[in-house]
């Protein structure tokens, strides 16, 4: 089954988590069956999702563009092409199972290894949000600094649709991960909520995909900061 093939599959059966965030949309696990994919450093994955739904390894990452609202700019995918090392993450501040807040300590803990090993100026960190009705500006900015997000190294970029429309379109066509939004009734904070994806995607320089951690909520961050220290110093 192809992607495309595998995604209509999905939002046909109307596919959906009963908490915070769905498992990886994958097909199977055969290392003997794959090969170092051109153009990327690191070795074929544990775990084979080349069949789901989303870009995987070896492939080129998708190109977006959205604004940041933080530094006042439009931040595109394709601008870190030659120059960065990426990882890149979905979430929305008002997740109430602390799944975002996970996957954005991945980030952050690769960001501190970055910094302290002196290769920051060649990293570059987006955090995508997809709840762009609560994720003002302010509430980003707040969130940053409650999660630790070092704004001033320049290499953070917090990613905002102008509208959830936007958001829910580029999360399912461009990076084959369906999207909707869902009552909270059994949240009295919350008006709406939404089932997503733990996924944090590692890019190298060249716009290649090194890895995706679809558990990235739960993956050891010691893995994701060394398969980023291992692309990013190659």
Known sequence: MNRRTCLRSIVASSLVATAGCLESLSSGDDE??????????LGPPEQDLSEASHPSYGEEFPAVEFPDPL??????TEQFV???TTLMTFFYTSCPDGACPALLLRLRRA???AAKEGYGDDAAFLAM???????TEAELRAYA??????????????????RYENAKASLTEQ?????EKRDADEYENLEYMFPHYNYI???NEQGRIERVYPDGATVDPSQVVDDFETVVTA
């Open 111 to 113: 960001q501190e290894v």
């Open 145 to 162: 600094d409650q999660q630790g997000a070092d704004l001033v190294a320049g290499n953070w970029h917090f990613l905002r649709p102008n």
């Open 201 to 203: 995607f590692l890019v």
């Open 129 to 135: 949000t997809f709840d762009p009705e609560r994720d």
């Open 32 to 41: 003997s069956n794959r090969a170092h994919a051109d153009g990327v450093i």
């Open 175 to 179: 990076f084959g991960l369906p999207l």
């Open 82 to 84: 030659g120059e960065r």
């Open 71 to 76: 530094t006042g700019e439009t931040v595109s």
